[in-house]
């Protein structure tokens, strides 16, 4: 496990200042996020779930790693630039991976009005499976993803039911005509829009944005645990949400502070 100690000297002065000031951690990292660079978010993430263990490579290292990784360079193009081996870049990306999935929340639960809801094929091992995804229209946070063997309306319903704890309210669920998607609303007492453009091209282009990124290994997951496959898009999806710069804010589209505060009582 690694401290605080690795991080910039401006939290640790931060977490002393705060009790000063009476301005809270949390208030005062959301006032700077807009100016703070990805790596420096991924400071934060890292700072507070802890999942990297010491040994003689930097914790700095491993966190540029992850961030070069997720950009859409290779294993052992990111350990030439960063002199260190592919196999620790691995490690580093795993170990995230499965500290951000743990809690198992995308988003934090907020009134959200608008969400469009598809899946896309992949694959595991040259095996067909299907990448489910929901995104908030208006935030373009991306409130959960799923990888499933088949898709058909029961497992569409359980979907839904998940991306359900995002929400407050009944939002209104925009979807393509697929008969899966009918039934599930339809159990479920929910309202939903067959839309083919517009709105619902926020999902579509959040699938283009992730195979723009596994296409460098042919939009061919290899693995024998497909557990880390699921692991892997879910850190996609969080890069996405609280890292990378959208186009249309010139922000992440979520704040990492909220979700930080709400998944910690979870794992403490």
């Known amino acids: 496990m690694i401290g605080y100690k690795i991080f910039p000297k401006e939290i640790d002065t931060v977490r002393i200042s705060c009790g000063v000031s009476g301005l809270s951690y949390w208030q005062y990292f959301r006032k700077r996020r807009g100016n703070m660079k990805s790596e420096t978010i991924i400071y934060w993430v890292v700072s507070a779930l ?16 992850v961030e070069l990784y997720l950009r859409g360079l290779s294993y052992r193009q990111t350990a030439r630039i960063l002199k260190i081996s592919h196999v620790t870049v691995w490690e580093a990306v795993q170990k995230l991976a499965e500290a951000v999935y743990k809690p198992k929340i995308l988003a934090v639960k907020k009134q959200r009005n608008f969400i469009a809801v598809d899946e896309t094929v992949i694959k595991i091992n040259g095996k067909k499976r299907y990448l489910w995804a ?13 990888i499933t063997t088949v898709r058909n309306w029961w497992v569409a319903r359980d979907f839904i039911l998940v991306v359900l704890k995002s929400c407050e309210g009944q939002p209104v ?10 039934s599930a609303f339809k159990s479920l007492r929910l309202g939903y829009l067959h839309v083919t453009f517009g709105p619902r091209n926020s999902v579509e282009r959040w699938f283009r944005t992730l195979k723009e990124r596994t296409k460098r290994f042919w ?10 496959v ?8 969080f890069w996405y949400n609280f890292v990378r710069i959208h186009s249309s804010f010139g922000d992440p589209p979520g704040d990492v502070t909220e979700w930080l505060q709400e998944v910690m009582p979870q794992l403490s």
Not at 135 to 141: A, C, F, G, T, W
């Open 173 to 182: 669920f925009l979807v393509d005509r697929a008969s899966w998607y009918k």
């Open 219 to 228: 939009n061919n997951f290899r693995g024998k645990d497909w557990r880390r």
């Open 50 to 65: 802890k999942p990297f263990r010491r040994n003689k490579i930097p914790p700095e290292k491993k966190i540029r790693g």
């Open 134 to 146: 929901a995104i908030d229209v208006e935030s373009k946070e991306v409130l959960a993803v799923w």
């Open 230 to 237: 699921h692991r892997f898009v879910f850190l996609f999806a």
